[in-house]
């Protein structure tokens, strides 16, 4: 599609849907939808009809769900619809709105029957923006479609919203108003990108990291219409927890800023170019990533992602790692942090919902409990129905967690504490020494026991991260004040390589762009981290800092210290550097403390940081990467496309049953 092509497809998409009076009369006509009966309870003395609040009525079928009539208007008259049944077995011609509640007031109202439904200004907002001046509209919102006050009605409509949005004929992503004019510039920014990946593709196969560099020269690297795509990302609409069910379920979700739509897909294959061949433009105009856009690009066109880097794994996150996604986000109930993402998965979802004691032919979530006994309930049915032991890798703690009524072992859904988990469900699992991995097992509601060995212990931990913005400076004093403190302990590394161990720990194993280009990166840091170190360098560390830009053949002036900055400070946040007894640098969780144990559980994809209480009962602290001797992740096979090493077979260490508290 090139450019030409893509404005005509958004122009489309803008477009309402043909004959909609005709189309509703007809759904009427052939029992798709029915008009609601009032049910309202007769107020006053006889006279003329005077407007009264809107009371909902039950809901007559599993299936059956709320739409609503949009009628026509401009943007300053009121708004006018009408409610109508539907059931999701037969959806007719909907589309779903998705956008940030805000404020849970509603100080707005909307006519709807000749009567009174009291809306957000944001909804109010959004059906403004949505609303065509000449023509009706057949719309799905959650505030008005769900009637809020009943708790149960609430529970099964949530259960069902996945479907909803997965089933509407498209999304409407309402992300607010265009106040400065950005919204034409991103339009015009994502179709100039996606006429270079068109021309591109035109002339390549779909090869895994072979989409070609733009040159150092190329103008959309420092194009200014970057700064708006930057204020589009930064919207409310894109830390909103929901919008990752309302965004992945679409079929088709088109943007409304302002004035002006933007197809989604077409987003997210920009943001996806920006991150993967354009990273000095991200750097220049401080485009954080939005993990809801990776995710979703690559999810929906794979074959594509995998050539502007290397994909490994399925098209589709896991539940897991989609909950694990959605924590930095805002959430008004911590318990939808769960029942949000039931849906996304649904073959999986209907095995844990039985277990949670769900009616799958009427699935009502229980929003009588608390927010800890959902995540706990959560945990023990996805042990139960999967002996999956990845749950494990998104529990992280602060102190207060670790003091609460839930095992440690439980993820808390509602803390953000790391922005990544360290490893992914691409990773290979880490096994016995004799190459098996184990099934949990369930000791009761509290104790889970799994097998696996403790390898060593922390003596030495970095202050904590607790920003992913903290400046150069600060992080270079923070790294050369543990490399000072850690070097005069033995160490299994290799004298020339072992301040680049330490920054590989930096980065868990991984790195941006070219290999080559990242080598020059990375030698940039170590010398300013040398030069901040108390510790003076040895003759063998100096030939390393020397040597490191002749070894990648570039020259040394392309090696920027800022760009590898900017990998390491999104592994380290919410997390601190360790060294173990054995000498092993290590990355994990801030709630480290020397005397800290890390444990290898087969059936896992990383170490894991634990907490003796006891016996052989552990509390679990968060995931873990521990750098090799060789390079890579101790306790993972050396492979093709993971390095590690196995050295712990040679400890002379006894496997065993640990429980985990």
């Avoid at 390491?568 to 997390?575: A, C, Q, V």
Wanted: charged share 25%; with cysteine.
């Amino acid at each position: 599609m090139d450019s030409t092509e893509q404005s005509r497809s958004v122009e489309l998409c803008s477009a309402p849907y043909p004959d909609c009076p005709k189309r509703i009369t007809e759904y009427i006509a052939t029992g798709r939808i029915s008009p609601l009966p009032s049910d309202l309870v007769e107020e006053g003395s006889p006279g003329p009809p005077t407007p009264r609040a809107y009371e909902y009525t039950k809901l007559p079928h599993n299936d059956s769900i709320r739409i609503f009539v949009l009628q026509p208007g401009k943007s300053y008259e009121p708004l006018v619809c009408s409610l109508i049944l539907a059931r999701l077995s037969n959806m007719p011609y909907v589309e779903a709105i998705s956008y940030t509640w805000g404020s849970s007031e509603r100080p707005f109202t909307m006519s709807c029957d000749n009567h009174d439904i009291r809306i957000t200004r944001n909804l109010r907002d959004a059906l403004r923006q949505v609303r065509h001046e000449n023509v009706t509209r057949l719309l799905w919102a959650d505030s008005i479609c769900i009637n809020q006050g009943d708790l149960e009605e609430r529970g099964q409509q949530v259960a069902m919203m996945g479907q909803v949005y997965s089933r509407a004929k498209r999304v409407l992503i309402c992300v607010g108003a265009d106040a400065e004019s950005h919204a034409p510039a991103v339009q015009a920014l994502i179709g100039d990108v996606n006429a270079i990946i068109d021309r591109s593709f035109a002339t390549m196969d779909l090869e895994k990291d072979k989409f070609p560099w733009p040159a150092e020269d190329n103008a959309l690297l420092k194009d200014p219409r970057w700064a708006s795509f930057k204020e589009l990302l930064r919207l409310r609409w894109f830390q909103r927890g929901w919008v990752i069910q309302e965004a992945l379920q679409a079929a088709i979700a088109t943007i409304v800023w302002g004035e002006t739509e933007i197809s989604w897909e077409l987003l997210g294959r920009a943001h996806r170019w920006l991150f993967r061949r354009a990273q000095p433009a991200a750097n220049t105009y401080e485009i954080r990533m939005s993990d809801l856009l990776w995710d979703d690009f690559k999810c929906r066109r794979f074959n594509e992602a995998s050539t502007m880097g290397h994909v490994t794994g399925s098209h589709n996150y896991t539940l897991l790692e989609t909950m694990s996604t959605a924590r930095h986000m805002g959430m008004t109930d911590p318990r939808d942090r769960v029942y949000a993402f039931l849906g996304l998965h649904r073959n999986r979802s209907i095995d844990l919902l039985q277990y949670m004691q769900v009616n799958l032919d009427r699935p009502v979530l229980d929003y009588t409990v608390s927010h800890l006994q959902v995540y706990h309930k959560f945990a023990l049915a996805y042990f139960s129905k999967t002996s999956d032991l990845s749950l494990l890798t998104h529990a992280e703690h602060n102190d207060g967690s670790l003091a609460t009524s839930i095992p440690s072992w439980v993820p808390r859904w509602d803390l953000h504490l790391c922005r990544y988990t360290i490893g992914d469900s691409t990773w290979p699992l880490l096994k016995s020494a004799n190459g098996s991995t184990p099934k949990v097992k369930l000791l009761s509601d509290t104790e889970i026991q799994v097998r696996g060995v403790i390898v060593d212990h922390i003596v030495l931990t970095s202050k904590a991260y607790h920003t992913d913005t903290i400046p150069l400076d600060m992080a270079l004093s923070t790294i050369s004040s543990f490399w000072s403190s850690a070097a005069s302990h033995p160490s299994p590394y290799n004298p020339h390589d072992r301040i680049k161990h330490l920054t590989r720990t930096l980065r868990c194993g991984r790195f941006r762009g070219p290999r080559d280009l990242w080598d020059q990166h990375e030698s940039a840091y170590i010398r300013l981290l040398l030069g901040h170190s108390s510790h003076a360098p040895r003759d063998d560390e100096q030939q390393h800092s020397s040597s490191t830009d002749v070894e990648t053949h570039s020259p040394v002036s392309r090696g920027d210290p800022e760009s590898a900055h900017a990998a390491y400070r999104e592994r380290l946040y919410g997390r601190a550097l360790l060294l173990t007894s054995r000498g092993y640098f290590a990355l994990s969780t801030n709630v480290a403390q020397v005397g800290d144990s890390i444990g290898i559980i087969f059936g896992t994809t990383t170490p894991f940081l634990l907490r003796p209480v006891g016996g052989n009962k552990y509390q679990v602290l968060g995931d873990a990467y521990v750098e090799s001797k060789q390079g890579g992740l101790l306790g993972r096979e050396d492979g093709d496309l993971f390095l590690g090493g196995k050295e712990w077979t040679h400890w002379r260490l006894e496997e065993q049953d640990l429980v985990l508290v």
